[in-house]
């Protein structure tokens, strides 16, 4: 285990020195201030806390910024070094393949986490001083955002190495990647939707579409911000979801953690049995 940390130092080491994490930590406060200052214009009216109206906008609004954070982070954490050749000069030394991996996910996952809670938690703070007083009602929703936004990422981080371990060359791991994206991001949901408007409610019921929303990780990761809170579902106006949804809290949870460990599992297998 010790490789494996060092490996760990070393990727964040990397991210802080090529200013991955000043970068991301900076674009995600300033995208929060944003849409935290913008938002709550209107809630002096309506005695909604600042945090309740930025956790709403946010939760739509990392759907597409923390993957494509983690896809940029992981494409080439496999293919890269093979182009490079430091993989081979890696294998040299006492160190086996999923130690390689493991250490080298943990480090982008540490990356990311830091700058997604630097950056909302920083905006977060901010915001509460600019409104005068803190709320702790209105943090533990947006404590999960957090959390539930590193998992996420996490989520694609994972599906970015299994991307990277398959593919020969670093142009072909980033198309791939940016579709993986896309279709996660957008393209399921939309065609979704299509489904829905074309079958009327004839087929599809609520138990099949709560089944079909678990395949989507950026799905699970919207339903768990905005059903999750009693406050969050009355603004987002997703109330009577959050009542009727059958998927509960731990069930998403679980949900979004094998969103993590399939795809990298199957990294691991896939990148032990490479031919370099």
Do not use: C
Not at 95 to 108: A, C, L, N, P
Not at 175 to 188: H, N, S
């Amino acid at each position: 285990m010790n490789a494996v940390f060092i490996i760990v130092g070393k990727e964040i080491r990397d991210g802080l020195r090529n200013r991955w994490v000043l970068a991301t930590a900076l674009l995600l406060a300033m995208l929060a201030l944003s849409l935290g200052f913008l938002g709550s214009s209107p809630t002096g009216a309506v005695k909604v806390d600042p945090l309740t109206v930025t956790v709403v906008s946010l939760s739509s609004l990392s759907i597409f910024l923390v993957p494509l954070i983690a896809m940029l982070l992981a494409y080439d954490a496999i293919v890269g070094e093979i182009d490079r050749g430091t993989m081979a000069l890696l294998l040299s030394y006492p160190v086996s393949r999923w130690q390689i991996v493991v250490g080298k996910f943990i480090g982008h996952l540490a990356v990311l986490a830091l700058a997604t809670t630097v950056g909302y938690g920083s905006a977060g703070i901010a915001l509460q001083l600019a409104h005068g007083g803190s709320d702790v009602s209105a943090w533990q929703p947006f404590a999960f955002l957090i959390l539930a936004s590193v998992l996420l990422g996490a989520s694609f981080l994972a599906m970015g190495y299994m991307i990277s371990a398959v593919v020969r060359e670093r142009a072909t791991a980033a198309g791939i990647a940016i579709g993986v994206w896309l279709f996660f991001v957008v393209i399921y949901d939309m065609a979704l939707l299509g489904i829905l408007v074309a079958d009327g409610g004839r087929f599809l019921d609520a138990p099949l579409l709560n089944a079909i929303l678990l395949f989507n990780p950026s799905d699970v990761y919207r339903l768990l911000n905005l059903t999750g809170y009693e406050n969050i579902s009355m603004f987002a106006g997703m109330a009577g979801l959050s009542g009727q949804a059958s998927l509960s809290m731990p069930v998403l949870i679980l949900a979004q953690v094998l969103w993590i460990a399939l795809p990298f599992s199957l990294a691991a297998a896939l990148f032990k049995r490479r031919q370099l």
